[in-house]
């Protein structure tokens, strides 16, 4: 497989003196799995015995073992993110017959944020309450910066993965920046 260029090499790196870093989480793979109405406990099961050691998160929520991401953004909807391999091991698993596992690697691109500023600067750019108290580490949602379709996951107090499109990702990370400096 060819590897995949950072989406965000024309950026300049965010400077040692700032209270966040904007930086592209590398994933082996990125995978869209949406499993059927009649389905959902089978496909559930397979997610357990694969790559969870517990339930699957419920809607609006991540789990992370051993690297790997799963994250429940609908009922049924799985965005994961983890080893090369996870493709095949989930379609091996997964007839279509149970679910779709699309592989979105080439056409995703993850953006993390960390560092005692990152929900700040974030939350001048969403319309979503990022406090603590409401969006506790393990929490997802779908929302928009600047007209463009981001998945929110708070990985831990001070850490965010931006789950976007690939040709929006510079965009997004140029208006996040902006952003930081309007808010310093």
Known sequence: MAERASALTHLPPSGAESYFALSEARYGSILQVQAWPETLKTVQAVLISELLDEETPPPGS???????????????????????????????????????????????????????AAESVLQGCVMIDLGKRVFPPGRVAQTAIHHIDVLVHRVDESHFELWVLRSFAESLAEWILDASQASS
């Open 62 to 116: 991540a789990i992370i073992r051993s690297g790997t991401v799963v994250a429940t953004i609908a009922p049924g909807r799985f965005m994961m993110a983890g080893p090369a391999n996870l493709a095949v091991r989930l379609e091996s698993a997964l007839p279509a017959s149970d679910a779709a596992v699309t592989d979105v690697s080439h056409g995703r691109v993850v953006l993390k944020l960390e560092g005692e």
